[in-house]
């Protein structure tokens, strides 16, 4: 009878463990399951949830980690397969934004056009890698990156100065295509102690004007994307999105870089509440309708929420939401959106 009690005992605490251990993510995701899971042999970021593609955003993502992890194998390896297969366009120094596989079997360039938050990351994550592993070849490749993105991107607007998403199809008539999550503070105050321009300083003071119009709705939250009007009002691009969502999480990862802006809090405060009511946050907000998503949010949106309570100081929270991130990405297996935000956000680049 002794013995079967406490093997019940054995039982109901190995039962414990391995409840605390998937609650808490215990067992840990980190930099090296990253690079198993979405790193192939030959340095390209793969993203399987869009048959198998990379992004410059994705490379970028890979660079930035690696230099977190100070991993430069890892990083030497992703830069050269990015500038080899994506650094192709003629007459810039910017990067196709899509490769794949094409209609005819063929794994090229999807797309020409760029995007401008994958060339800023890309430039940034050089630049960082050259302040850590001092190679020189870095520091030029950033500088030509930046110097690419303020000659080809920048549109000046009533006396404002501003990134595009992307070269083209982003201007309608008049009024500008915005896209809040591209607007990434501390790198443009990198990018420009290598492209030492005045610009640099307008493109910061705009992008916060540009951040504090694009909070829309009773939760007061960045829209995914956003039209600049002519007047210089702005409006949820609806044949877009009219949502807070896939794109807009990373607004919070972003500002947390730059340590919490407040901008920014009160949307916090929203979404907060709101997963302490219902233990979950949604996968979207329609600004429109002020209405919620059923499905739920993917682990590495917890984790940049996390990462901006943090920043302005409120671990309750963050630590709260860092758990129900820990808990959700051992089952994200093919989600590298998800994994990079959640690894991002537990990295320092934040001054």
């Given at each position: ?23 808490s ?6 930099w ?69 596989k ?37 520091e030029?490749a ?19 100065s ?37 610009e ?70 929203r ?25 739920e949010c993917?682990?590495?949106?917890y ?33 590298y959106?998800?994994a ?12």
């Amino acid at each position: 009878m002794r013995y079967r009690f406490h093997l019940c005992l054995l039982f109901l605490g190995l039962v414990q463990l391995v409840s605390f251990c998937v609650c808490s993510g215990a067992f840990g995701f980190g930099w090296n399951d990253y690079k198993k899971r979405f790193l192939s042999s030959d340095g390209r970021i793969v993203d399987f949830y869009q048959n198998k593609i990379s992004h410059s955003e994705g490379q970028a993502y890979g660079l930035l980690l690696a230099v977190a992890n100070d991993d430069k194998q890892a990083f030497d390896s992703i830069w050269h397969w990015t500038k080899s297969n994506l650094q192709l366009r003629k007459g810039d120094k910017l990067f196709c934004w899509s490769w794949g596989k094409r209609p005819n079997g063929s794994w090229q360039v999807i797309d020409y056009n760029n995007a401008a938050d994958g060339d800023v990351l890309i430039a940034w994550a050089l630049y960082l890698g050259w302040k850590k592993w001092k190679d020189p070849c870095f520091e030029q490749a950033a500088k030509e990156i930046a110097h690419s993105i303020r000659k080809q991107l920048v549109i000046t607007k009533d006396g404002s100065s501003m990134i595009l998403p992307g070269y083209y199809g982003f201007v309608d008539g008049k009024d500008l295509v915005i896209n809040p999550s591209y607007i990434i503070p501390n790198a443009y105050k990198d990018l420009s102690q290598l492209d030492r321009s005045k610009e640099w300083k307008d493109i910061l003071a705009c992008s916060k004007r540009l951040l504090e119009k694009s909070r829309f709705g009773l939760w007061l939250l960045p829209a995914d994307w956003v039209l600049l009007k002519s007047d210089g009002k702005t409006t949820k691009l609806h044949k877009k999105s009219p949502r807070f969502g896939y794109d807009a999480w990373r607004v919070f990862l972003y500002m947390s870089w730059s340590g919490g802006d407040a901008l920014f809090v009160e949307g916090f405060n929203r979404l907060w509440s709101f997963f302490k009511k219902n233990r979950y946050l949604p996968e979207s907000v329609n600004l429109k309708k002020n209405c919620v998503s059923i499905k739920e949010c993917p682990a590495g949106a917890y984790a940049a929420l996390s990462s901006f309570a943090r920043a302005i100081g409120r671990n309750d929270a963050a630590a709260d939401l860092a758990r129900m991130a820990d808990g959700k990405i051992e089952y994200e297996k093919d989600n590298y959106f998800s994994a990079s935000m959640y690894l991002l956000s537990k990295a320092r680049f934040f001054k």
